[in-house]
């Protein structure tokens, strides 16, 4: 399987040189997948926090299902993975000044998105929930809080907040960096409810199960991707390739069982 995507990485970065060669309008930028093999590293750029898809443990090494993800990446083109963190909304303007090839941080694919960046195909489906205080006996859907004097606490740039902001009418959104910040908030009483990706907030509440419930009926449903450079098809070809190979593959379900399915790395979170 691995030489399959080695022969697919070859002849993509074959085409790929092809389409660099100067034209009669001037030379192409060279695709992502040409700059990892020149500078014999991938930089993925991260949001750790989002659990159990990224976080740091207590060591300060990038752990969680995605950062496994870019290191299978990393193995399928035989270049080391350099794993740089930046808040959720920060991701984005740092792809598009080429300061990380690629993002992998939970990233929902939306139409908006795919203006500025180009993504392969999904690798995760999830959707999005609420989580309120553990002594909320009250609430049993988003409406409930949807009233003045409520807050809802989301984090920065991601679906949750754009989700929540679109709709609750009546109630304040309050931004916060993260999602565990944005936890910690309301655990202290500044908000009333947050709207997060359902994985998260099962281990959030996992995690602090005397402050905080789930509430798990999905709000939405949503697909997770990696960006690229917008309009890097060569780079995009290559990931839906070696996502054909990596999802439910072994090293994948291995992956998905320790971060979804056991609790024994909770100990070991930076932070926790």
């Known amino acids: 399987m691995k030489k399959w995507i080695l022969a697919g990485l070859a002849s993509v970065l074959m085409f790929t040189a092809g389409c660099s060669q100067s034209t009669s309008t001037g030379p192409s930028e060279a695709s992502t997948l040409e700059k990892i093999q020149d500078k014999k590293k991938i930089v993925i750029g991260t949001a750790p926090g989002y659990m159990p898809f990224e976080m740091k443990d207590k060591q ?13 990446i990393g193995e399928s083109m035989k270049v ?4 740089k963190q930046f808040e959720f909304s920060g991701l ?3 792809l598009q000044t080429g300061e990380i090839d690629m993002i992998i941080a939970g990233m929902t694919i939306r139409g908006d998105r795919a203006l500025a960046v180009s993504f392969a195909n999904p690798y995760y489906a999830t959707g999005q929930v609420l989580m309120v205080p553990t002594k909320d006996n009250s609430t049993k859907t988003w409406e409930d809080l949807d009233q003045p004097g409520k807050k809802i606490a989301v984090s920065l740039g991601t679906t949750g907040a754009l989700l929540a902001k679109q709709l609750f009418k009546q109630a304040t959104v309050v931004d916060f960096d993260d999602f565990p ?15 997060y990706d359902e994985p998260g907030v099962r281990i959030f509440t996992a995690m602090n ?14 697909n997770l991707g990696i960006a690229v450079r917008h309009n890097d098809l060569a780079t995009v070809q290559w990931l839906n390739s070696f996502l054909e190979a ?14 979804f399915n056991t609790k024994d790395w909770m100990d070991n979170v930076e932070g926790k």
């Open 60 to 72: 300060g090494n990038f752990i969680g299902y995605d950062i496994d993800l870019g290191n299978a």
């Open 80 to 83: 080391p993975v350099e794993f």
């Open 92 to 94: 984005i303007p740092a």
């Open 181 to 195: 910040t944005a936890g910690m908030a309301m655990i202290q009483g500044q908000a009333d409810g947050i709207v």
């Open 209 to 222: 199960k005397d402050s905080v419930k789930g509430i798990y009926e999905l709000i939405s449903t949503e």
């Open 246 to 259: 990596y999802r439910n593959s072994p090293t994948e379900l291995a992956s998905r069982e320790k971060w």
